[in-house]
């Protein structure tokens, strides 16, 4: 009988360092059923009584399995303004037309959220989109009640204001028209050259004061693009809608973000130069947050796709976040701490500076509301 032999131990940390490798490997969906998205996973919500595992049975599937295809759900809002108190956040009112994002973004900091539906922050988060089909309506009343204050609401706060949903439903455009005919201010935040499609309403807005555009990028090159941000427009496309905005005179903004170590961090004075090239006025940059499981979201994403850095992009992840996947205090999660995250800034700061986008978007104007007329519906008899 041969005698157990512990393993030696090179052979243990070599074992611990592929052991989550290994285990994320065998949990990715097959390439094939997610073409374009950017989760490779589609684990069971954290608030589900039952999960649900994948494994073969011994028996081979008589039809391959089918792609993940999107799925709309109607949803109608009691409200459609929420308000937050965070002190690193430049606005208090935001909208959300649309709960779920189907551009497909691994690092979006809003999968969790998809969650509460019952849903996964994997692949469910860019299939199932949630329609909020009344929220002009929503609007309207909201803005319209006695008593309202105004204050600049932002769009594509936790969601895309401008995702392929929008071209069928318009619920955006519509609630701009309520802006423009209000007199309302608005902030717009976008990865879609979509947005183009409403420049005659965003002209207007402009001409008054009322509204400012961010357009996010995240790389210059297509296909890291296309890894990244499977269903977003491309680089190209986007730079477009920076000069056609900034030419009809919108105040246009690029947001650098976010900043990936080792994945797109080099490109960070490119995409300042393109933008501002472009038209852009002024420049933001967040570094990459991995808040609750979009941290393994982002991490199965790697796997797929960075294989051979996944272990540097997370050790300088965590750099900057104190030795952790994510610290969430206010007034650091933006931008992290130590020394990469301060190099980071620095680069952006110089950057910012010598290519004229070292100033901040003009405030909006809050005096010019006009509450909407809303419909006097007739009581009924019976």
Known sequence: MALYQAPSFEALEKLSRSRDADLARRELLDPDRIRGRGAQSNHTGRFEKQTREGFDDGWDNVEPLSIFQTVEHIERAKTIITTNDSPDIGF????????????????????????????????????????????????????????????????GTNTDPYQPAERKHKLTRGILEVMLETRHPVMITTKSALIIRDLDI???????????????????????????????????????AIRLLSEAGVPTAVFASPMIPAINDMELERILDAAAAQGASSAAMILLRLPGEVRDV???????????????????????RGGKDYDSRWGTRMTGEGPYATLLRQRFDKARERYGLDTKLPGLRNDLFVAPRLEERQMSLF
Not at 125 to 143: G, M, P, Q, S
Not at 300 to 315: C, I, M, N, Q, S
């Open 92 to 155: 208090e009112r935001s909208i959300n037309a649309y709960r779920g994002c189907e551009h497909g973004c691994s690092y979006c900091f809003a999968r969790p959220t998809h969650a509460f539906l019952g849903h996964s922050a994997g692949i469910e988060f860019e299939r199932d989109i949630y329609v909020k089909v009344n929220a002009v309506e929503a609007l309207r009343a909201e803005i319209g009640a006695k008593g309202y204050k105004v204050k600049p609401i932002a769009m």
């Open 202 to 240: 965003l002209t207007e807005l402009a001409k008054l004061g009322l509204v400012k555009v961010a357009l996010s990028m995240t790389s210059m090159d297509h296909k890291l693009s296309r890894k990244m941000e499977p269903r977003a427009s491309s680089p190209a496309r986007r730079l477009e």
């Open 298 to 320: 982002f991490r199965e994403w790697l796997l797929r796709h960075f294989p051979d850095r996944v272990r540097h992009v997370l050790a300088l992840v965590r750099d900057t």
